[in-house]
């Protein structure tokens, strides 16, 4: 067996475990406040090939884990997205506070994962004489990628930019007339969000605000979760 396999198959396994609780708390949310969209078109799913986007859940995440699989050997960085849930905010019973509820909804599942996570490594470690170690080794890693995946996912969706959840978080909270304007912008968020983060650093290479924002918001809630399991 190749020695990257092990590696490749936990980093896709907590990915693909990150994006689809993400969407489905998403689902759940909507359908407990009024909207039963998400539900009536079968998105209310822990199938992961339900929220499956070509571009977010596919070829970014594969290029980035098979690039620093072919360079540094390891997994030390990932990034994606699902396909969005829908959600009729109209149909909520509270719009504007219920969308920020939805919204939240997305990263709150995504960091008590990482917890979930860090708190799964003693386990692990645990059961290690009687799985092999193996295994043991592979699930530590599996639950170390979790925690990372699912940080990155949780955090990077706070970004107060529609229509990433931080973004409908922002709308909810302005007023009304500021909120339209900014919620506008949901019909080229993801292009701004592309542009910025992956463009505008090839063009300009002294704008690195991936870098900044492992650096300065990742790292910083990493240790911190680290501590609180008991895994520093």
């Known amino acids: 067996m190749p020695e990257w396999l092990p590696e490749l198959a936990a980093a896709v396994l907590a990915v693909v475990f990150a994006i689809t609780l993400h969407e489905a708390a998403h689902g759940y949310a909507a359908r407990a406040l009024g909207d039963d969209t998400a539900e009536r078109m079968g998105r209310i799913s822990l199938n992961p090939l339900r929220h499956v986007d070509p571009v977010g859940t596919l070829l970014v995440p594969g290029v980035m884990l098979v690039g620093q699989l072919l360079t540094i050997g390891s997994v030390q960085a990932m990034f994606g997205w699902a396909k969005p849930v829908p959600v009729d905010f109209a149909r909520l019973r509270h719009p504007r506070r219920d969308m920020m509820l939805v919204a939240g909804a997305g990263p709150a599942m995504n960091f ?121």
């Open 112 to 232: 008590v994962l990482a917890l979930f996570a860090g708190f799964a490594v003693h386990g692990v470690e645990a059961a290690a004489p009687a799985t092999g170690e193996a295994v043991a080794e592979f699930l530590v890693r599996f639950c170390a990628l979790s925690i990372l995946s699912n940080l990155v996912l949780g955090l990077f969706n706070l970004i107060p930019l529609p229509p990433l959840d931080g973004g409908r978080i922002l709308v909810g909270l302005l007023p009304y007339r500021v909120a339209m304007a900014v919620a506008g912008l949901e019909r080229y968020g993801i292009l701004i969000v592309l542009l910025g983060l992956f463009i505008a650093p090839q063009i300009i290479p002294a704008w690195q605000p991936m870098s900044w924002f492992v650096q300065n918001v990742v790292w910083p809630v990493l240790r911190l979760v680290l501590r609180m399991t008991g895994n520093e």
